[in-house]
């Protein structure tokens, strides 16, 4: 993972979903800065939220 851009990662995603581009880089960016997050020092975490990504949509769509 330290070495997937959100580049790498949304063509990852293309493989398995179609279409919904805005939402695999949305999922893409956040993934990246959660794992980003997770290598920083500890006392600096705690300064450092992580946004939360939710994802509305009817089933099947896409």
């Known amino acids: 993972m330290d070495q997937l851009t959100p580049r790498q990662i949304v063509a990852e995603l293309d493989k398995y979903i ?3 581009d805005d ?6 960016i956040a993934l ?3 794992w980003r ?14 946004n939360n990504l939710i994802l509305i949509g009817p089933t099947g769509v896409g």
């Open 18 to 20: 179609v279409g919904q």
């Open 23 to 28: 939402a695999k880089k949305a999922v893409a």
């Open 32 to 34: 990246r800065n959660r």
């Open 37 to 50: 997050r997770q290598r920083v020092e500890d006392e600096l975490r705690d300064e450092i939220m992580p």
